[in-house]
T-cell receptor, first 116, second 119 residues
Framework: DGGITQSPKYLFRKEGQNVTLSCEQN?????MYWYRQDPGQGLRLIYY???????QKGDIAEGYSVSREKKESFPLTVTSAQKNPTAFYLC???????????????FGSGTQLSVL | AQKVTQAQTEISVVEKEDVTLDCVYE???????LFWYKQPPSGELVFLIR??????QNEISGRYSWNFQKSTSSFNFTITASQVVDSAVYFC????????????????FGQGTILTVHP
């Protein structure tokens, strides 16, 4: 079945540690996104990528980094500079055709990150 | 800046009741897109509907219907004859459009409304 796979489902981070959240899609989508969900605040965009080897900052990129070396993969690293990393992280993708981006997003099932 | 407000944090209904989820948005764009997504307990968001700013027709899909009113900047969602399986968090979202009129995947989300349908 086609879809988006996020791993792990739960992740714990120690003080000063970098952690990486995995996102893989087999939908052959060009565009991928990372959103952060906090209780009562909805979702906020961290980074997005419209094509391989290219990505842009979203609204809350500070303390995060990404890479897009393969079309299928868009890992998110939460660095030690992110002082409040506890949240639910959602990866999404969309088709993206000829430089335009499809508006319908397909989401993974998320990763809950907590600080020890 | 774009903003989406879902004033109802939580709604609780009994099965078979009708329920309306409110969504009010703010944008300076003349071309934009509005969405509703459902987040069941499993966590992933599921797309429900997309509407562009030039299409104010209401839409009905089974027990779901949407009322888009540009004059009041609202895009409300109604579930008729609610069922327990409708229990989820529902998000309204807004997206800017590029010059070609196609939406990016960069969405501004509302805070979400937690809907609980009791048997």
């Amino acid at each position: 079945d086609g879809g988006i796979t996020q791993s792990p489902k739960y992740l714990f981070r120690k003080e000063g540690q970098n952690v990486t959240l995995s996102c893989e899609q087999n939908l052959n989508h060009d565009a991928m996104y990372w959103y952060r969900q906090d209780p009562g605040q909805g979702l906020r965009l961290i980074y997005y990528s419209q094509i391989v080897n290219d990505f842009q900052k979203g609204d809350i990129a500070e303390g995060y980094s990404v890479s897009r070396e393969k079309k299928e993969s868009f890992p998110l690293t939460v660095t030690s500079a992110q002082k409040n990393p506890t949240a639910f992280y959602l990866c999404a993708s969309s088709i993206g055709t000829g430089g335009f981006i499809s508006e319908k997003l397909f989401f993974g099932s998320g990763t809950q990150l907590s600080v020890l | 800046a774009q903003k989406v407000t879902q004033a109802q944090t939580e709604i609780s209904v009994v099965e078979k009741e009708d329920v309306t989820l409110d969504c009010v948005y703010e944008t300076r764009d003349t071309t934009y897109y509005l969405f509703w997504y459902k987040q069941p307990p499993s966590g992933e968001l599921v797309f429900l509907i997309r509407r562009n700013s030039f299409d104010e027709q209401n839409e009905i899909s089974g027990r779901y219907s949407w009322n888009f009113q540009k004059s009041t900047s609202s895009f409300n969602f109604t579930i008729t004859a609610s069922q327990v399986v409708d229990s989820a968090v529902y998000f309204c979202a807004l997206s800017e459009a590029n010059a070609g009129g196609t939406s990016y995947g960069k969405l501004t989300f509302g805070q979400g409304t937690i809907l609980t349908v009791h048997p």
